[in-house]
Structure formats: C-alpha cells, structure tokens
C-alpha cells in the first residue's frame, strides 16, 4: 500500500530586496521547501491565511512606523505561526527588540543559508510539538468534560439509588414493625382464646396447642407437643371423630360445627359419654403452595375446638342482652302511657282531700289510696328509667372541682349514716365536656351504691372501725379518672359480669337493679367506659374514665 508523501513545510519570505528574495527562494526549493515571497507589507496577513503558511521570514525593519502592528496582524492570523528575522543592523538592541516584539528567532546578515534552514526546521519542529501538545491538552479538557459530566450522572444516579435505599429500609422497617406487631397481637389472641386451638403435622403430632387446653382439658401444652392427637380422644369416639379431628380437606368441605368428646385428665370418664367435656370442631387441611413444577402436599391440620358449655352461656347472655333491650323498650313505653292518667287520678285525689268533708272515704283511706297511687307513680318512673337518658347539653367543666361540688351536696346524708368521706383530688384540672346534670346523677349513684354497702343494705356491713368513702380524681393518659372506694364488703367475683346489667341488684328487700346500669349508660354516653373490681384489701373500688378535652376541641 502506498503511504500518501509528506508535504513540504510552506515557507513565506518578506523582503524588499528582489535579488536577496530570488537567492533565498532558490536556496529553499533546494531545500524542499514551498516557497511564497511578497514585498507588500499591507497584505502579508492575507498570504498567511491563504497559502496556509508554515513559517514566516521577515527582514527587518519591517517600515518606517514600526513593526509592531504588522506582527499584531499576523499573529491575529495564526498564533502558532514561527517568525523569524533578519537584518543587516549590526546594534544588539535592534535584536533584543525583535525578540520582545513577539519574533520566535533572529539572525544577523550575512549568515550561512544552511543555519538559516535548521532554525526554520527547528522552529518547525517546535510548532509540531506545539500543535500536539494543545491537541493533547484539548483531548485532556474533553475527557475531563466528559468524565466530569460522567461523574455527575453517576453521583445523581448514586444519589437516586441511596434515596430509594432509605425509602426501601424505612418501608422494610416499617413493614417489619407492622408485622412483629401484628405477629404480637395474633399470638397474644391465640394465648388468652379460650378455645382450644390447635395445629397438627402431617403425621398427627401436636405441633401447637393454644395454653387455654389446661382450663378445658387439665393438662398443659408441654404434654401435647410432639404427642399424637388420639391421647385426647376417648377409644369409643376415635371411629367417628379422628377424621375430623385430623381434617385433611379444606374451604367448603371441611368440618364446620362437629361435636367431639375429648379426654379431661382430672375427671371420671367410668359413665357413658358424661364424663367427657363436648367441644364444636373447626378444622381444615394445611397445604403447600402450588407452583409450576410442584404440587401441593398436604403437611398438617389447624382445628379450634369450641366448648359447648361456654357457647350456651354466651347465648345465653345475648338472648338476656336482647331481653332486656326489649323489656327496656316495652318499660318506656308502658311508663309514657301510665304517665298522663296516673297524673289525673292524683290531681283528682288532691281535690278530694280537699273536700274530704263531704267525701265518703275516711282521711285514713285516703292516705292509703294517696301511697298506692305513689307507689305505682314510683314504678312507673323505674320503668321509664330503664333507657340511659340522651346526652342533652354539654359543657366544660373541671371535673375535680364538680365531683367535689357533689360529694358536698351529699354530705348532709353521708353524716346521717355516720360515713366519713376522704378526698384525694387532682392538683391540676381535668377538663372535660359532659352534661352537668347527667355527670351529677353518674356520681350520687356510685356514692349511694357505697353508702348502701357501708351501711348493711347489700346484706352485710363493713367490717371496718368505722365507715369510710375514698373519692380519688387523677390524669390516666389522654383520659380523667374518677375512683369511688369503700370499706364494705367488697364485691362478689360471680357479680362482676352482671353489675351494669339491668334489674341486677343485692338489695335484699327493694331495688330495681338500675342504677349502674343508668351510670354505664352515662359514661358511655360521654366516650367514656366505666369498671368494678375489688382492691388488694377486698374492698370495691369503682372506676370512671372519661376524655379530656383536647386543644382542638371545639365546643358546641
């Protein structure tokens, strides 16, 4: 392949001189170079930029005015460009000058021809470098551009990625929160169901068993891990039960509601089936996910097992709830009825003791016809009282200073029945938003209900040296607590579920059983929840909880 030839440097001599000019052109062409030669000193920028020159050679001085503006022009043409002079001036400074005003090299006439070609080489050569050297820079300042700029986008993409990598942590933390959370609650329902709940392998060995198995069966989880399930069931049951108990199908088919005998360890099982406990079964198969190159396998079982005895107390107590409601409805109604002729009838008795003169019936009667009349206007009231009054109209109201405001208004009747009454107040306020009137009646009946313990009119009297009532106000979280506490007798544990029921009550003689059931009708009536329970001495502590009011609370 044939390499194109180099091209010879082109070289631009300025002289006035015709005879010098036509030796130095002879001499170049001898030396390979390109020759261009002008004597015009108006148009030596132009020759540079046309012939594309490589270096300059000037004689000098240039012109009278100076050289100065000419070397302007020329650089103006190409910065690169070597310029050499020579001149007959034999003066040092004349040299010196030349050298400021930008020449790259100077020679004094006469000179050899061949020196005068290795400078314009060497000058040439320079140039080369020169060239090369801004290229390289220039290559340099792009790569470093570019990989700036590449720079840039990595860090934006870095940036973009760690942001996403929070986010992600967060979420996951988030997620991982929720989930130990959500895990927490699922077993703390597992651990206080009081169903049996249980999960068995795929060989029939407990691999959970809820801790509710010690109150309903007398053994602990600890003896059924790892056990097979037919330790629980009675030989003449295992036909019938242990293909629900180890249910193996699933959705639609599987058992729903079966009753199944199981063993209790501490009771006589020598009658037929009496002795066994009766539970209703829940259970279905446990399968491993389906995929593309696997089937599902079957791996245990999940059952919960209902006690029968426990769900007939539960029906038992819904039936009584909606008896009650009903009873409740059907009181109201029979009380508005009764209202308005109870009214009449007493407003007639009222004119008849007026004229009891001319009455036929002795005053003795009509005292005996006024009581009944009160007697049934009194019942009829109760029954009115069966529905928790509306809340009507709230306010806000410091319920340490109103609570005391009450127990003052109490007190005449509290010294009657020689109890004495100790406060334990809140220092700071406890607003609340309540109805006055209702919040009065919520305290006089826990108050008469702890007069009633103290004074025997449950059946038994406190025990103490004298009769004492605790009022206590405090801040609990995001809610104000009001506690009522006596000396009495404390409460029976098997009345603690029905106290807020209606008609419930231990008055041996009277009592409708109303009065904490209008108190939880109340509170809850507020937002709030009330409570009873026996203190560490035995004596019955009421509790009431009620919301404080909030900053962004609006009242109406």
Avoid: W
Avoid at 470 to 496: F, H, K, M, W, Y
């Amino acid at each position: 392949m044939n390499r194109p030839m180099p091209q010879s440097p082109r070289i631009c001599f300025l002289t006035r001189e015709p005879a010098f000019r036509k030796t130095l052109e002879r001499l170049a062409h001898q030396e390979g170079f390109q020759i261009h030669t002008t004597a015009d000193l108006g148009n030596v920028d132009q020759v540079v930029a046309l012939h594309r020159i490589d270096a300059l050679i000037l004689e000098l001085p240039l012109s009278p005015e100076g050289d100065a503006a000419l070397l302007e022009r020329v650089r103006a043409a190409d910065t690169s460009l070597p310029l050499i002079g020579i001149s007959a001036d034999p003066r040092p400074e004349l040299a010196v000058e030349a050298l400021k005003s930008g020449l790259t090299d100077y020679l004094r006439k006469p000179f050899n021809a061949e020196e005068l070609f290795q400078r314009v080489g060497v000058a040439l050569k320079r140039r080369q470098l020169q060239k090369k050297l801004r290229n390289g820079q220039q290559q340099q300042r792009l790569t470093i551009e570019k990989l700036s700029h590449t720079l840039e986008q990595r860090a934006a993409e870095l940036m973009t990625a760690m942001q996403a990598l929070k986010e992600e942590r967060l979420l996951r933390r988030t997620t991982q929160v929720a989930l130990r959370r959500s895990e927490a609650k699922f077993n703390e329902l597992l651990d206080t169901s009081p169903d049996l709940i249980y999960i068995l392998d795929r060989h029939g060995r407990f691999r959970y068993v809820s801790p509710s198995v010690g109150d309903l069966l007398g053994i602990s989880e600890n003896e059924l891990i790892g056990h097979h399930f037919s330790a629980l069931l009675p030989s003449d049951h295992m036909a019938h039960s242990q293909y629900h108990f180890r249910e193996r199908r699933t959705r639609q088919r599987a058992t729903r509601s079966y009753e199944i005998r199981l063993i209790h360890k501490h009771r006589d099982h020598t009658e037929e089936g009496d002795g066994f406990p009766r539970f209703q079964l829940y259970a279905s198969g446990i399968y491993t996910p389906a995929s593309k190159s696997a089937r599902t396998q079957y791996i245990g079982t999940c059952g919960i097992a209902r006690e029968v005895g426990r769900m007939q107390t539960l029906e038992h107590r819904l039936f009584r709830t909606e008896e009650s409601a009903i009873l409740g409805q059907l009181a109201l109604s029979a009380s508005r009825r009764l209202n308005s002729p109870l009214q009449g009838v007493l407003s007639l008795l009222s004119a008849v003791e007026k004229q009891s003169d001319e009455s036929n019936l002795s005053a003795k009667e009509l005292s005996l016809l006024r009581n009944g009349m009160g007697q049934i206007s009194r019942i009829a009231k109760q029954l009115g009282s069966l529905q928790p009054p509306p809340v009507r109209r709230r306010e806000r109201l410091d319920l340490t200073l109103f609570v005391a405001e009450t127990i003052e208004l109490l007190r005449p009747e509290l010294q009657f029945s020689k109890i004495y009454c100790e406060y334990r107040l809140a220092s700071d306020p406890l607003p609340v938003h309540a109805d006055r009137t209702q919040l009065r009646q919520l305290i006089t009946i826990l108050v008469n209900n702890a007069m009633n313990a103290l004074t025997g009119r449950y059946g038994a009297a406190g025990t103490g040296s004298r009769h004492q009532l605790l009022v206590l106000t405090d801040r609990q979280d995001e809610d104000a607590l009001v506690r009522i506490c006596d000396n009495g007798p404390g409460l029976r544990r098997s009345d603690l579920p029905y106290l807020f029921e209606p008609f419930f009550s231990r008055k041996p003689q009277s009592g409708a059983g109303l009065g904490l059931y209008i108190a939880r009708g109340i509170v809850t009536g507020h937002g709030g929840r009330i409570s009873a329970a026996n203190n560490a001495r035995g004596h019955a502590v009421f509790s009431v909880h009620l919301p404080l009011i909030t900053p962004h609370l609006v009242v109406e």
